[in-house]
């Protein structure tokens, strides 16, 4: 049973221990009468747990969800300033189905009081919220540690000790062994220090750009995980402090799927990603996408597909379901249940043979949309209808560097960045008055030049369809079947998350994929393949920094004197690449760092390939200062030096956007639904009375360290952020909000400000709030064919790639090590779970108390093991972890095995977020006690030592080298029966 | 209110509640659709504030067939999810095996009831019951179980599993109106355990 929880909360919620007083029992065994209804709370009686009451005097706040990053609205029931309920909010079109009467849902579009007929749904994570908030592993002091980092000692210190030795830096440790003399740079001095970075900082100066590495307050390095506080933590980072780099943790989410959706589909940056326009699909292929358990909103996409595509929507009944993935997710357990759908389980990093292989179909058997793909320019896709059009016509010089020709290349007398053959010759493209040529070879000028569609023909046609199937490891003929099925559907598409792009050859197959969608005319259309999401916007003024010189993660074009620079460079990779960062720092490249702050992150747990990570945090001459802000004694914070801690999502101000499956606009307000707020000074206080804001924590810092923009004045003349609550106030004074934080306003009691969601479609295109220009889409990616492979100094390719897995320098994977790995890892996660803060949940572990590697039986009957049976694992980079308890030692860990057919053979399948040692699975100690620990929190095992280390690099997991995108699927491990 | 696209209207749930004379609160539970992501069971949870360990609503996996070879297609495999509250059966084993008659099943609308100060814990009624339906609370030392809120039930609201589906395929209703849905659907009813001889009223469809 659960310990008593902390003095300082309130609660009549069952976590407290009861006294069991046992009443006198009856004896009797009396006649069984029927009872009557209405008197419950007698039949019921006064032991036992009790449900919630639906009275006059419970209070609704309304706020936004964290439990994972799809932003869904909540609504939160308040008795007496405790938390009882979480139910979604029915204004918010994650968790609600309804029409508004007018532009904007107003509260009498719904009956959503606490005993209101319209109750909306979160996922099971958003109702184990209760739990979350009066989580006894929650930190509730800060924290110093007394040991070695990562020992697991630690003293209670004040805020005021914790921020003067963080900002003021000295010999912070010297009581602990080791550490006596070493003196440590405090924020203000590192955030105040202008002077260049050089030699003394630098062993690589002939590495640094011509106008050198920057000003040596980019020593400071801001670190997150999951991060909804923006914009005041970009503002924090980039504008107060002034550093270049806010390294976030999307290389090893999803930070390749974005950046190839916004470059393939020309979006404007952070309108995050693309899927089915679910209630007018017919047809949908999901490849690598958890749909019903995962993935951005997931309930809202689990309802779509569930309750709109299967049921309720106008193709409802032929509806067909193709999930692609080598695990039979609860998706595919979906889309088989009834045999409409099919399970098609690829191998692992087998993607880019499925997505170019029907690429190659569609083209070789004409079934692309021939009238769409032969649209030039924005005039002619006007006349046809249509809102964008592609390159497919654009002629593409076939010498390197390998632009698209221009006019002016091609000796015509108008200035035009591309060129297209129409009625006979090449025409500006702007020019042209029809459709252009589409599959097209011809010399210009003495230049070779083809269309993008030649060239995507040509790339399709080096492989044969049997060679595709034989790659993916799937039946003769499925690519050429599936496609023929796609291609002849009303509402076709194909969608993906991480499974394709999360790989080395990541950002080629999600080209590949967005290509296929391309050729049957789908973008931004009702039942397509729909892109952007429009987010109600604020903002904050203020005189602010502006940040200079190199982000440490490298993600920059590489500017050096030396030719070949020692560790990788991402210059098109839109979103940081923190796992470069994470192995660099044992190099000092591209220079030595001063201090880490790691907010809402845990790196040492959530990193594929993780054991280096783990090592270099720990090592106080590459890392001097690491503090966290945490909720909780994460696995990367139990390493820190410091740790701050936050309060807990239902204890916060901020606010959050959705996802493109919403085509109305929103944004959801985040406001404390508990606690107390000072009416004067509007601090804040919740459940655990010395945990802070991250925000007030971070507008502290700025203050204390004399940065711009918060504090007296932060936001602009006479506007003071001295807190969380200030600087949100001002925010949604602004643009597209009025009411700042008025408790009175619509806005704060509606928890946000929702567009009408019934308003979604134009015609046969989904709405985007506020328009969106008819736009070209990009097959052909200029700007990646001609960025070279700074490891190689060859150019990347502009087409998608027939690739499985390949190191930092473009070279596959020896093929002989397969012979002594034959596995492949593979990963997932449920639908109760969340990377790294679910474990801690009792309620949510409850549900399934551990997990198990994920065998096939045919491969069980090999190794000579059932379920239950243990084994062990290697990897062919694998090192000991002293972390984790099923370290073996030399590499090798052993797990305990489940068979099962919903992994295809040869796979080896630990799912995400179990095998914790942190956030209270391993016993740690304050001022010498023992805290609170539950070896329920780390049960089951993880995978994430065993990912296979860059064989060139050697100490970094593989990654994209375009977006950096880390290869999370089908590294090659050794299983033995233990 | 109910949700647009609602499967079942406000108008026959209001009709439901209002109904005068025996009849029996059901949950209709459309396992063509159960993601098993397990809402139905956290919001039971927040809902009546069970402790880790008492879980009146779980949800089970079960997997059929076989698939072990990649050169043929994977045909024969069906994985489902199964939520599993307690069933309020016509002729309760819990009620029955109750010895001292601690467990009741409403004249009004047939929601069988746990009553807390009679119950001496002795986890009879757990052994009867086919489903797994009473949970011991070792705080308290008596059982307990899924009450379809009746709480909530009581003031014309719909159960707390039912408006946390996120698939929106758990149904509250009177039985004579669920059965005239699922034949609308054309679904094949399934209740579990025919055999058992409870006469479970929660209903199933595949």
């Known amino acids: 049973m659960i310990s008593t929880l902390t003095q300082n909360s309130i609660t009549r919620r069952s976590f407290v221990k009861v006294s069991a007083a046992l009443t006198a029992a009856a004896g009797v065994l009396g006649r069984i009468k029927p009872a009557s209804a209405a008197e419950w709370r007698d039949q019921l009686g006064s032991r036992g747990t009790k449900p919630d009451p639906i009275s006059e005097d419970v209070r609704i706040v309304r706020s936004v969800c964290l439990m994972c990053h799809g932003g869904c609205g909540l609504q939160a029931k308040i008795k007496g300033g405790e938390l009882i309920k979480l139910d979604g909010n029915p204004f918010h079109p994650n968790c609600y189905d309804y029409s508004a009467k007018g532009d904007l849902a107003a509260e009498s579009d719904l009956d959503g009081g606490p005993a209101g007929k319209d109750v909306a749904s979160l996922c099971p994570k958003g109702n184990a919220g209760v739990f979350a908030l009066y989580n006894p592993a929650r930190l509730t002091h800060p924290l110093k540690r007394v040991g070695p980092r990562g020992s697991g000692q630690w003293k209670k210190i004040s805020w005021e000790e914790a921020m003067e030795e963080i900002l003021n830096g000295g010999r912070l440790f010297k009581d602990v062994p080791g550490e006596e003399k070493r003196h440590v740079d405090g924020l203000n001095k590192i955030l105040n220090d202008n002077s260049p970075l050089g030699p003394e900082d630098s062993a690589y100066m002939d590495e640094a750009p011509p106008a050198g590495w920057g000003p040596k307050r980019n020593q400071f390095v801001w670190m997150h995980g999951r991060n909804e506080q923006s914009p005041l933590t970009p503002r924090f980072v980039k504008e107060v402090c002034g550093v270049p780099h806010m390294l976030n943790h999307c290389a090893r989410c999803a930070g390749t799927f974005y950046n190839v959706i916004e470059d393939v589909l020309n979006l404007p940056p952070y309108e995050i990603g693309a899927y089915a326009d679910l209630p007018f699909t017919s047809y949908l292929i999901s490849i690598g996408s958890n749909i019903t358990a995962a993935d951005y909103p997931m309930q809202l996409r689990t309802r779509k597909l569930q309750k709109w595509a299967k049921r309720l929507g106008p193709y409802a009944k032929e509806f067909k379901h193709v999930v692609v993935d080598p695990w039979l997710s609860s998706g595919a357990a979906k889309a088989t249940h009834n045999g409409k759908g099919e399970w098609i389980p690829i191998k692992p990093a087998a993607d880019a043979f499925f997505l170019v292989g029907m690429i190659r179909w569609i083209i070789d058997n004409e079934k692309f949309n021939r009238e769409y793909l032969r649209l030039p320019n924005e005039k002619s896709a006007k006349a046809a209808g249509r809102r964008n059009w592609t390159d497919m016509t654009y002629l593409v010089k076939q010498t390197e560097p390998k632009t698209y020709l221009t006019a002016a290349e091609a000796g015509l007398p108008v200035q035009a960045d591309y060129v297209v053959m129409a009625g006979g010759s090449p025409t500006a493209f702007h020019e042209a008055e029809g459709p252009a040529d589409l599959d097209a070879s011809v010399t210009i000028k003495g230049i070779p030049c083809k269309t993008v569609f030649r060239m995507l023909k040509e790339r399709a046609r080096e492989k044969t369809l049997e060679e595709c199937d034989r790659l993916c490891d799937i039946p003769k003929g499925t690519i050429a079947r599936l496609s023929r099925e796609f291609t002849s559907a009303k509402t076709p598409v194909i969608e993906m998350f991480r499974g394709p792009v999360q790989q080395t050859n990541g950002w080629w197959n999600g080209q590949a994929l967005c290509i296929i969608n391309m050729l049957v005319d789908n973008i931004d259309r009702r039942g397509g393949f729909s892109p952007g999401h429009a987010a109600y916007k604020g903002k904050v003024g203020g005189t602010l920094r502006k940040p200079e010189g190199v982000p440490v993660d490298c993600a920059k074009k590489y500017e050096g004197k030396k030719p070949v620079p020692t560790r990788p460079w991402y210059p098109l990779a839109r979103r940081t690449v923190t796992p470069n960062f994470l192995s660099n720092l044992k190099h000092g490249y591209p220079y030595k760092i001063k201090a880490i702050l790691n907010y809402y992150n845990d790196p040492a747990y959530t990193m594929p390939y993780n054991a280096p990570v783990i090592e270099n945090l720990k090592n106080t001459d590459l890392v001097p200062l690491l503090f966290s802000i945490d909720a909780y004694m994460g696995e990367t914070s139990s390493l820190a030096d410091y740790i701050l801690p936050d309060t807990e999502y239902l204890e916060r101000f901020g606010g959050f956007k959705t996802y493109p499956p919403v085509n109305t606009q929103v944004w959801g307000l985040r406001q404390p639904v508990v606690g107390e707020l000072d009416p004067k000074t509007h601090e804040y206080r919740g459940v655990h009375p010395d945990a802070r804001m991250a925000d007030d924590v971070l507008i502290e810092i700025g203050i204390r360290c004399g940065l711009p923009g918060f504090g007296k004045n932060g936001g602009g003349d006479g506007i003071d952020l001295m807190n969380s609550w200030d600087y949100w106030n001002e925010y949604y004074k602004h643009e597209d909000f009025k009411d700042g934080l008025d408790p009175n306003s619509d806005f704060v009691k509606m928890g946000g400000k929702f567009e009408n969601p019934t308003k979604e479609y134009d015609g046969e295109y989904c709405r985007f709030p506020g328009g969106r220009p008819v736009r070209a889409l990009f097959a052909y990616q200029q700007k990646v064919a001609t960025t070279k492979n700074c490891m190689t100094g060859s150019f990347f390719d502009g087409l998608p790639t027939y690739r499985g897995i390949f190191d930092c320098t473009e070279q596959p994977l020896d093929p002989k090590l397969w012979a002594e790995y034959p596995f492949a890892l593979h990963t997932h996660k449920d639908a109760w779970h969340t990377q790294s803060r679910t474990a801690q949940n009792l309620w949510l572990m409850s549900i399934q108390p551990q997990n198990f590697a994920e065998i096939n039986p045919a491969e069980a009957v090999k190794l000579g093991v059932v379920t239950g049976d243990w084994v062990r694992v290697k990897s062919p980079s694998s090192i000991p972890v002293k972390e984790y308890a099923n370290s073996l030692g030399d590499g090798w860990y052993k797990f305990q095995v489940r068979v099962t057919s919903r992994v295809r053979p040869g796979v080896f399948s630990v799912s995400q977020s179990y095998g914790r040692w942190g956030a209270g699975a391993r016993m740690w100690y304050v001022n010498g006690k023992p805290q609170y620990q539950d070896d329920r929190i780390g049960a089951g095992f993880h995978i994430n030592p065993l990912y296979m280390a860059d064989p060139v690099l050697k100490d970094r997991i593989l990654m994209d080298p375009v977006a950096g995108g880390t290869q999370s699927y089908g590294t090659p491990l050794r299983v033995e029966r233990l | ?206």
Not at chain 2, 1 to 27: N, T
Not at chain 2, 68 to 91: E, I, L, N
């Open chain 2, 1 to 206: 209110m109910a949700e647009r696209g609602a499967f079942i209207s406000q108008e026959v749930l209001d009709a439901s509640f209002k109904k005068r004379g025996r009849k029996q609160f059901a949950l209709w539970i459309d396992l063509e659709y159960c993601v098993g992501c397990n809402s139905c069971s956290m919001a039971c949870k927040a809902e009546n504030n069970t402790q880790v360990g008492v879980d009146y609503n779980r949800v089970i996996t079960v997997e059929e067939g076989e698939f072990t070879d990649p050169s043929k297609p994977a045909k024969d495999m069906r994985v489902y999810f199964v939520p599993m509250p307690c069933m309020h059966c016509g002729k309760p084993a819990c009620v029955a095996a109750c010895p001292v008659g601690a467990i009741t099943k409403r004249e009004e609308d047939g929601i069988v009831l746990i009553n807390g100060d009679k119950c001496i814990g002795c986890r009879y009624c757990a052994w009867a019951c086919p489903y797994g339906a009473p949970q011991y609370n070792a705080d308290t030392q008596t059982m307990e179980k899924c009450t379809l809120c009746v709480h909530r039930v009581d003031k014309g609201l719909l159960p707390a599993c039912v408006t946390a589906c996120i698939a929106r395929t758990r149904f509250f209703g009177e039985v004579n109106d669920l059965t005239a849905l699922i034949r609308q659907k054309r679904a094949k009813e399934v209740k579990l355990s025919i055999e058992s001889g409870t006469k479970p009223s929660t209903m199933y469809s595949m």
